[in-house]
């Protein structure tokens, strides 16, 4: 069924795509330049999604604000290292790559010539034809008619590029900063960035990747951030995704990863910023053996909007898949759980489970949660639930009375319910930084809340 | 130490929901007092009011400690004032681990006492040391606060609070329900090396063999919401053999 329906925004978008089609076109490959325009036309079709009714995407989130903000398409802008190292995770004897406002960072970017790995710009990449680039990239997020991957793929010119070698292992975190810098080129309005990511582990490899969004502007950005992961045979990938937008902008992110047998995939995800965060991802097991294990906290206050768009794909038999979320609401924000797997018929004995908890701390906090298996095949074990609940008060009455105040007992509470959570950011640097933020999250969305220790 | 005077409580929000009706209890510095009472009588709301729980309020009588009413004290200022209950039932806390909470709870009061902070280390030497004597297995506490622990590790982890936090009046309910012989033991011996002229204890228990080991000063029988006899020991004995018909009220069953 379709509706005529003028698609929104669209035109908001097209000078700038012109523009850059012209400045572009030139200088990348035929294929990539194809894929552009191709992409373009997808997203010219499709507009912002703002028709929320019969639209099970977008059901739970209103995106008219971001139809309705205007954005420029200005040059990078520039920012500190220490900026950087004060506003996000940060450690120096990570690989770092730094993309700032869609561009790699020679100067930011941190890199050791780790053996193994091959870490850097995409538009390098891209240009040199390193690796199989052309082959993979948009090859994930480029199929499906999804307005954002669309538009984020007729923007592609630069980004980050990881790719890791059969049979190699690396130590150390791979770290991909992704981060605003500012207004767009007329120094007040919003600047719109398209984020890309391409990574691509080899058969047997190992790595820890850790994708982080920062933004340093006090006002509204739009970030729309596409990230393509290929997990070779037997690789193992932890990924850990940490969104820290400011309060005022969109981040409207997506994450595709393909996983050939018997590989691992692993992401926890930490949103805590923007004003409409949207976390989308879809593992794609693709042959037998793999297994994925998706999680994620989710902090949100004041008008805050987090949308969690969890999805699987088991194709093939033998897999497993692990979704597991917990969100802390407070203030008049609202949160969505979006979780579905998909058993497809060929892919018996099948596991699969989902589970999103939700603690809310207010009574103007809503969270949709809505956990759904779709099951084609016979011999599959699955199972899945969802809760929303409050700070019981016999448990506060418990810290209580082995001295702890009101107040310290509630964000111990709360930060008991992260914990878990917090325990998968596993690096160092990462796990202490995210912490701090969770303590700092906690005590704000502890001020607006109206609904624990009252009878 | 502790005065309760004609103390009445009732739910809140609950209209004609009185339990304790009019209780009177005094306990002096170094007495360890035992209750027994039927399922109902209202041991648990006499020890959690005293805690001050804000599921119940206060409607008659007082309560004082050391001379001084704490009626209308938050539980935490009663912590710092020195009381202590063991939960018949403890809350599990997802994410929270005893050994940080033990430390928060002992920071917690030092700060309020205005007394210095113990050093991560020595508290560290004093929890290892502790978490040995009462016999919990030191994998449990790496976990988080009860959660998964059988009523036997709760009641265990119940006593190392107590154990740690050395309170001058503990309240323990029914702390030895539940429990093995061994753990039984442990609760004894706990409660037997920390008795001492400044500390008092307030034991509410079902079982006579929890006052074997522990010889209590004081024995009251709890029925209905009142105290309808004290005694010595010679009382848990009384109703071991013959339940609590005798001191049921005129005309009353339990
Ligand atoms: N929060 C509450 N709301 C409603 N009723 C309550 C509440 N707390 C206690 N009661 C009621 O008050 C009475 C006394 O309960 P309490 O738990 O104090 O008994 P108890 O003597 O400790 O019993 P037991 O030996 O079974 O532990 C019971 O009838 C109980 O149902
Ligand atoms: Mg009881």
């Known amino acids: 069924m379709t ?10 978008y097209s000078t700038a795509f012109e523009a850059a089609e012209t400045r572009k076109n030139s200088e990348s490959p035929a294929w990539l330049n194809s894929t552009r325009r191709q992409a373009w036309a997808t997203f010219s079709e499709l507009g912002i999604p703002t028709r929320r009714r019969g639209n099970e995407l977008w059901k739970y989130t209103n995106l008219r604000p971001l139809a309705e903000a205007e954005f420029s398409f200005g040059e990078a802008g520039s920012v500190s290292l ?10 120096d004897s990570w690989d770092t790559i730094v993309v700032v406002d869609g561009v790699y960072s020679d100067s930011l970017s941190n890199l050791h010539g ?28 480029g199929r499906e008619e999804y307005a954002f991957t669309a538009l984020n793929t007729a923007f592609i010119d630069d980004g980050a590029y990881v790719q890791i070698a059969e049979d190699s292992s690396l130590d150390s975190p791979v770290q991909v900063v992704f981060v605003t810098s500012g207004p767009g080129h007329d120094g007040d309005s919003s600047r719109a960035t398209y984020p890309r990511l391409l990574v691509d582990a080899g058969e047997n490899s190992s790595l820890t990747l850790i994708e982080t969004y920062i933004n340093l502007s006090g006002s509204a950005q739009l970030t729309v951030p596409v990230v393509e992961i290929f997990a070779g045979r037997g690789s193992v990938v932890r ?24 590989s691992t995939f692993s992401s926890t995800t930490f949103a805590v910023g923007a004003s409409i965060g949207r976390n989308d991802i879809h593992t794609q097991l693709a042959e037998p053996g793999a297994e994925c294990t998706l999680r994620g906290l989710y902090m949100t206050g004041g008008q805050q909007h987090q949308d969690q768009e969890i999805s699987t794909t088991h194709a093939k038999p033998h897999c497993s898949s692990h979704q597991y979320y917990k969100g802390i609401l407070s203030g008049r924000s609202r949160a969505v759980f979006s979780g579905k797997v998909v058993v497809e018929r060929d892919a018996q004995k099948s596991i699969a489970d989902q589970k999103d908890l939700n603690l809310l701390l207010s009574r103007g906090a809503e969270i949709d949660a809505k956990p759904s298996l779709e099951i084609y095949a016979d011999d599959v074990k699955a199972a899945h639930g969802a809760t929303a609940g409050h ?39 990462l796990r202490d930084f995210v912490e701090r933020v969770t303590d700092y999250r906690i005590k704000i969305l502890l001020d607006e809340s109206d609904t624990i220790g009252t009878a | 130490m502790l005065e309760i005077k004609n103390l009445q ?14 209780i009177d209890l005094r306990v002096n510095k170094g007495e360890v007092h035992a209750i027994m009472g039927p399922n109902g009588s209202g041991k648990s709301t006499l020890a959690n009011v005293l805690m001050g729980r804000l599921d119940y309020e206060v409607t008659g009588g007082d309560i004082l400690l050391e001379g001084k009413s704490i009626v209308d004290l938050p539980p935490e200022q009663r912590a710092h004032l020195g009381m202590f209950l063991a939960f018949q039932y403890p809350a599990e806390i997802p994410g929270v681990r005893p050994w940080q909470f033990l430390k928060a709870a002992l920071d917690a ?44 590790e709760k009641k265990r982890n119940e006593m190392l609070q107590l154990e740690i936090l050395q309170p001058s009046l503990a309240i323990l309910d029914e702390t030895d329900s539940g429990l093995d012989v061994d753990a039984l033991r442990i609760v004894a ?32 029988i709890l029925v209905q919401g009142k105290i309808m006899k004290t005694g010595g020991p010679e009382l848990a004995l009384e109703v071991e053999k013959d339940g609590y018909r005798n001191y049921l009220p005129a005309g009353a069953t339990a």
């Open chain 2, 109 to 152: 009061r030092a700060d309020a006492r205005g007394e210095e902070k113990m050093t991560v280390r020595n508290f560290s030497k004093l929890f290892d040391e502790k978490v040995e004597a009462v016999g919990i297995n030191p994998q449990l506490v790496k976990r988080s606060l009860n959660e998964g622990f059988s009523g036997g």
């Open chain 1, 3 to 12: 509706f005529a329906t003028v698609p929104a925004a669209v035109e908001k």
């Open chain 1, 82 to 91: 220490d900026a950087l190292k004060s506003n996000g995770p940060w450690d």
């Open chain 1, 239 to 262: 990924h850990h995704r940490v969104q820290m937008e400011n309060e005022q902008s969109f981040h409207i992110g997506t994450t595709r990863v393909n996983q050939l047998a018997d």
């Open chain 2, 189 to 220: 011996e706990g409660v037997n090396s920390m008795r001492s002229p400044d500390r008092s204890f307030i034991i509410v228990t079902h079982y006579q063999r929890l006052l074997n080991y522990i010889r209590p000063d004081v024995v009251h």
């Open chain 1, 391 to 429: 700070v019981d008060r016999n448990t506060l009455f418990y810290l209580q009375s082995r001295g702890i105040d009101e107040d310290a007992a509630k964000a111990m509470l709360v930060r008991g319910f992260a914990e878990e959570m917090l325990d998968d950011f596993k690096p160092k640097a």
């Open chain 1, 114 to 141: 780790t053996s193994g790995l091959v870490a850097g710009s995409l538009a390098s990449a891209i240009s040199s034809g390193s690796g199989e680039v052309e082959r993979l990239l948009s090859s994930l997020a």
């Open chain 2, 9 to 22: 409580a009732s739910v809140v929000d609950i209209e004609d929901s009185e339990i304790l009706r009019g």
